[in-house]
């Protein structure tokens, strides 16, 4: 078998073309090159499911001190003191991650998800009402965005009349983000952004570094029952504050971008599939409690978060190949919900396929998603309110599917789609 970089060619992650449809390159490389080097990131793609959930069970030979941000130009560094901070969730490896985890994980609880239920329905509701007589729409900026951001704002209690703001400046925390080993003594950026798109994506962030800083600051004077005075309130076991200020202030933002715009994809790619698969649509309008599984099976498809990147702290065999000490590593969860030998007929969309759930799409051990409770209430509740209210809707025939040229999240620039009145 070939390790080198030869064997990632047709590997193209950022090529439209991929990103508009991933399944083909990925059940091509778990047959042919299941471990592999990727050397325009000089990294070490995994893509099988078994060696995918070992690597992200293990902390200590798969560091998460892989991600970095390219970093903001000279003017603007001073005015993003807190969002430059290359240390966000799913950077932070153990004791520290507990910290954090825990801190954030407050505002999670069960309970919390669960009163969000009737919100999130009614919200359904009222945008459907609005778009209903029109017959068609692009169901991302006009549905999907709006409902999951409405959520995320109620739970993390921030002002609402910023919410187009915070749709933006989460695009930017994320379109920033770059693999990196971070504390490696080579850190040149790996990911090219032309200078004045850098610029402008910092500016806005130095905007929201301001609005988020003195956010923080009045929840600390006036605590309510919100998931940002649960992380400040934190408190270990001695007494002393689980997390910092400026931890706070990053968490939120990526809790804004986490909880919105994932969720947002994983409902937009769900419409795409009940279109591709209208019989699969009849069974859950038939049948609306088999939404929750059709929402797995669609996780499974297609996540919101094809792959994340590791460190390897010493030297790791997997599938036949030697990833060396220190390299950085892109598990590529996406490729484990096309594992034939866990998901047969992998490229079917199937909504009764008894174990959609073990898809990877949330991750896996340590760092598996906070939010997984809330994004599956709230996609299954938003494809039941769709397909009930609109049976016919389907993705507009001819439409080209846009993506932001990312490897960590999926970023849908728009879906149309269209129905009969
Ligand atoms: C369908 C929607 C979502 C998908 C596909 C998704 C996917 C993921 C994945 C794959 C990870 C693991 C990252 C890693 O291993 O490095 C993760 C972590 C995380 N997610 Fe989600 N997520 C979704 C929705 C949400 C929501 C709604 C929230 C919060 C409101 C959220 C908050 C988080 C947080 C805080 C982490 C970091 C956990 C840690 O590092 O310990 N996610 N998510």
């Known amino acids: ?27 091509r490389l778990q047959r042919e090159s299941p471990v592999f080097h990727y050397a325009p990131l000089d990294c070490w793609v995994v893509t099988r499911y078994k060696d995918l959930t070992e690597a992200l069970k293990d902390v200590d030979r798969f560091s998460s001190r892989a991600t970095g941000f390219i970093r903001p130009p000279a003017d603007l560094a001073p005015l993003v003191p807190d969002l430059s901070v290359e240390e966000i969730i799913i950077t932070i490896d153990p004791p520290d991650h507990s910290r954090h985890r825990n801190a954030m994980a407050q505002g999670f609880l069960a309970a919390v998800i669960m009163r969000m239920g009737d919100v999130v329905r009614a919200h359904a509701n009222q945008l459907i009402d609005g778009f209903a007589h029109r017959g068609r ?34 695009e930017d925390f ?10 490696a003594a080579n850190d040149t950026e790996l990911r090219v952004v032309p200078p004045e798109e850098l610029h402008a994506r910092w500016s806005r962030l130095a905007e929201a570094n301001r609005f988020l800083s003195d ?3 009045l929840r600390q004077r006036e605590p309510g029952d919100d998931v940002i005075s649960a992380m400040l309130l934190a408190h ?6 689980s997390i910092g200020r400026s931890a706070v202030i990053r968490h939120l933002i990526s809790l804004i971008g986490a909880g919105h715009d994932t969720t947002a994809n994983t409902i937009a790619h769900l419409v795409q599939n009940f279109s591709d698969w209208p019989d699969q649509r009849d069974l859950i ?31 790791v065999e997997m599938s036949g190949v030697t990833i060396p000490k220190n390299s950085l590593v892109y598990l590529l969860s996406a490729a484990g919900g096309h594992d034939d030998e866990v998901f047969p007929q992998s490229e079917r969309f ?6 959609a759930s073990r898809h990877l799409a949330f991750g896996f051990g340590r760092h598996s998603c906070i939010g997984n409770g809330l994004a599956r209430l709230q996609a299954r509740i938003a494809i039941q309110e769709l397909y009930r209210r609109l049976p016919t809707l389907r993705v507009v025939p001819g439409f080209q599917r846009h993506y932001l040229p990312l490897m960590t999240v999926t970023g849908l620039q728009g879906l149309d789609v269209e129905w009969s009145n």
């Open 137 to 170: 729409i692009d169901v991302m900026a006009e549905y999907a965005v709006p409902l999951t951001m409405n959520t995320i704002v109620e739970i993390l209690g921030v002002p609402p009349e910023r919410k187009p703001d915070y749709r933006q400046w989460s």
């Open 350 to 355: 199937d909504v009764r396929r008894v174990n």
């Open 215 to 217: 956010y923080v600051d």
């Open 285 to 315: 309008i038939a049948d609306p409690s088999l939404t929750a599984n059709a929402v797995e099976e669609g996780l499974r498809m297609r996540g919101s978060v094809p792959g994340n990147f590791r460190v390897t702290t010493v030297d």
């Open 1 to 27: 078998m070939s390790t080198t970089a030869e064997a990632s060619s047709g590997f193209a992650p950022l090529s439209p073309d991929y990103l508009r449809d991933p399944t083909p390159t990925l059940k």
């Open 174 to 183: 994320f379109f920033l983000l770059t693999p990196r080993v971070l504390g």
């Open 236 to 241: 270990e076991a001695d007494g002393t504050p």
